[in-house]
C-alpha cells in the first residue's frame, strides 16, 4: 500500500530510522535527568523541562530531514488549527517526554513516543524508555517488537485473557475513582501493576498484563506510538464503547476515555458496566 509522503518507503522500513531518533532523543533527555533541573507550568499546568524541549527539537529535526513530505503534530509544537490538520491524510505525532511527572520524580518510567498516522489511525509506533534503552516498536506492515539494550529484537504479543487470573495495569500519577472501581469490578484476586507513561500499554503488548482502563484526560499524542505496538502485538485501543481509538478526527486532541486490552475478544464490556464506566 502506498501512503502519501513516503514515496516508496513502507512504514515497517522507518522502524529502526525512527527508533534511532527516539534514541537520540532520549540522549538528550538523560542528559537534563542527570543534572537539577527546572520545572515550568504549561497553559495548562502541566509540567514542562528542558528535557522536554530538547527532545521536541531533536525529534523535530530529524524527522523532518528522514521524511520532507509529512508534516508533524508535537506535543510541544504551538497549537495548530484543525482547520490546518484535518487535511493531513499522513504526518507525524509524537510526545518528545511521555510521563513528565515521573522524570520530575526520577523513577524512571518515562517515554519518547513517535507515531506515524494515516487516515486517522495510527500506522507504526515506536516508545523508547530513556533510562533502560529498551525499545518497543511496530508497523502495520511488521509485527510488534521489544529490542533491550544490546540485543536483536525480538516478537511480542498479547495474551489470552483468564477472567479468575486478571492483571490490570494502573496509572501512576493519574488514579481515580472510576479506576479503582473498575479494578474492583475484575475481581478480588485480580493482581494490579502500577506503571507511568505510556509503559503500561507496553507491559500488555509483552503479554504481562491484561488490561488498562484510563478514566481521565490524554492527548492523542499520549496514546498513538504505544496504539500501533499493542494493536500489532494482538490486542486494541478503545473508546468505553469498544470503538478503536482514532486520531485528528476534530478540533481537539483531548482521546476519550479508553480501554488497552491484550485480548480483544474477551468480554471487558461488562466489567466497565459493572463500573458504571461503560459510557
Given at each position: 500500500?502506498?501512503?502519501?509522503?513516503?514515496?516508496?518507503?513502507?512504514?515497517?522500513?522507518?522502524?529502526?530510522?525512527?527508533?534511532?531518533?527516539?534514541?537520540?532523543?532520549?540522549?538528550?533527555?538523560?542528559?537534563?535527568?542527570?543534572?537539577?533541573?527546572?520545572?515550568?507550568?504549561?497553559?495548562?499546568?502541566?509540567?514542562?523541562?528542558?528535557?522536554?524541549?530538547?527532545?521536541?527539537?531533536?525529534?523535530?529535526?530529524?524527522?523532518?530531514?528522514?521524511?520532507?513530505?509529512?508534516?508533524?503534530?508535537?506535543?510541544?509544537?504551538?497549537?495548530?488549527p484543525?482547520?490546518?490538520?484535518?487535511?493531513?491524510?499522513?504526518?507525524?505525532?509524537?510526545?518528545?517526554?511521555?510521563?513528565?511527572?515521573?522524570?520530575?520524580?526520577?523513577?524512571?518510567?518515562?517515554?519518547?513516543?513517535?507515531?506515524l498516522?494515516?487516515?486517522?489511525?495510527?500506522?507504526?509506533?515506536?516508545?523508547?524508555?530513556?533510562?533502560?534503552?529498551?525499545?518497543?516498536?511496530?508497523?502495520?506492515?511488521?509485527?510488534?517488537?521489544?529490542?533491550?539494550?544490546?540485543?536483536?529484537?525480538?516478537?511480542?504479543?498479547?495474551?489470552?485473557?483468564?477472567?479468575?487470573?486478571?492483571?490490570?495495569?494502573?496509572?501512576?500519577?493519574?488514579?481515580?475513582e472510576?479506576?479503582?472501581?473498575?479494578?474492583?469490578?475484575l475481581?478480588?484476586?485480580?493482581?494490579?501493576?502500577?506503571?507511568?507513561?505510556?509503559?503500561?500499554?507496553?507491559?500488555?503488548?509483552?503479554?504481562?498484563?491484561?488490561?488498562?482502563?484510563?478514566?481521565?484526560?490524554?492527548?492523542e499524542?499520549?496514546?498513538?506510538?504505544?496504539?500501533?505496538?499493542?494493536?500489532?502485538?494482538?490486542?486494541?485501543?478503545?473508546?468505553?464503547?469498544?470503538q478503536?481509538?482514532?486520531?485528528?478526527?476534530?478540533?481537539?486532541?483531548?482521546?476519550?476515555?479508553?480501554?488497552?486490552?491484550?485480548?480483544?475478544?474477551?468480554?471487558?464490556?461488562?466489567?466497565?458496566?459493572a463500573?458504571?464506566?461503560?459510557?
Open positions: 500500500m502506498q501512503y502519501k509522503g513516503l514515496s516508496k518507503t513502507t512504514p515497517e522500513q522507518l522502524l529502526i530510522p525512527v527508533l534511532d531518533i527516539a534514541r537520540q532523543a532520549s540522549s538528550e533527555i538523560l542528559k537534563v535527568y542527570d543534572s537539577d533541573f527546572d520545572v515550568e507550568n504549561k497553559a495548562d499546568n502541566s509540567p514542562l523541562t528542558a528535557a522536554d524541549t530538547a527532545s521536541h527539537k531533536t525529534i523535530l529535526k530529524a524527522l523532518e530531514a528522514l521524511t520532507p513530505d509529512i508534516p508533524v503534530l508535537s506535543e510541544e509544537s504551538v497549537g495548530l484543525y482547520t490546518t490538520r484535518q487535511a493531513w491524510e499522513t504526518y507525524w505525532l509524537v510526545d518528545p517526554l511521555d510521563g513528565t511527572k515521573e522524570f520530575i520524580k526520577r523513577n524512571g518510567e518515562f517515554t519518547v513516543n513517535i507515531a498516522i494515516n487516515n486517522n489511525e495510527p500506522i507504526m509506533g515506536v516508545v523508547h524508555v530513556p533510562v533502560s534503552d529498551v525499545g518497543y516498536f511496530a508497523s502495520v506492515d511488521s509485527a510488534a517488537f521489544k529490542q533491550t539494550e544490546g540485543s536483536e529484537p525480538i516478537e511480542i504479543n498479547t495474551r489470552q485473557a483468564a477472567a479468575d487470573a486478571l492483571t490490570v495495569a494502573g496509572s501512576r500519577s493519574h488514579a481515580n472510576v479506576q479503582q472501581r473498575f479494578f474492583q469490578s475481581g478480588p484476586d485480580t493482581e494490579t501493576i502500577n506503571r507511568g507513561s505510556s509503559l503500561k500499554f507496553c507491559l500488555i503488548a509483552e503479554g504481562m498484563v491484561d488490561v488498562y482502563g484510563r478514566f481521565g484526560p490524554t492527548s499524542w499520549d496514546t498513538a506510538a504505544a496504539h500501533c505496538v499493542v494493536r500489532q502485538a494482538g490486542g486494541e485501543v478503545t473508546d468505553l464503547q469498544l478503536p481509538l482514532r486520531y485528528n478526527t476534530k478540533d481537539s486532541i483531548l482521546n476519550p476515555h479508553f480501554l488497552v486490552m491484550g485480548d480483544p475478544e474477551f468480554d471487558w464490556g461488562s466489567y466497565l458496566k463500573a458504571g464506566a461503560s459510557g
